[in-house]
């Protein structure tokens, strides 16, 4: 998860939330998954979309979601590399 972005306040019918858009990033067996929410100030993770103010804010976190893509799928081709090394070790053991 990334809180890079900057403040966002949200106005509902009845209460006003403080807090910083993120983007939620996961590793599943489908793939990798993005979502994005708020990181309210008091620690809470409320899903809802990302509020870009501006095109070179925008650009600047889907740069950032890039990273964060590109680096959840290193870690799983290291750890599927690991789970065949493991594999490989104990077929040859037997």
């Known amino acids: 998860m990334t809180d890079k972005q900057e403040p966002t306040q949200v106005t509902g019918a ?20 993005v979502q994005t929410a ?26 950032e979601l890039k990273r964060l893509v590109s680096q959840h799928f290193s870690q799983a081709a290291q750890v599927g590399g690991q789970v065949l090394a493991q594999q490989n ?3 040859s053991l037997n």
Not at 38 to 58: C, E, N, R, S
């Open 14 to 33: 009845d209460q006003q939330v403080k807090g910083r858009s993120v983007f939620v990033v996961e590793t599943t067996p489908a793939g990798i998954a």
């Open 38 to 63: 708020l990181l309210t100030d008091d620690g809470k993770v409320l899903q809802m979309p990302a509020i870009f103010p501006d095109v070179q804010y925008a650009f600047a976190q889907i740069d």
């Open 89 to 91: 070790n104990s077929s």
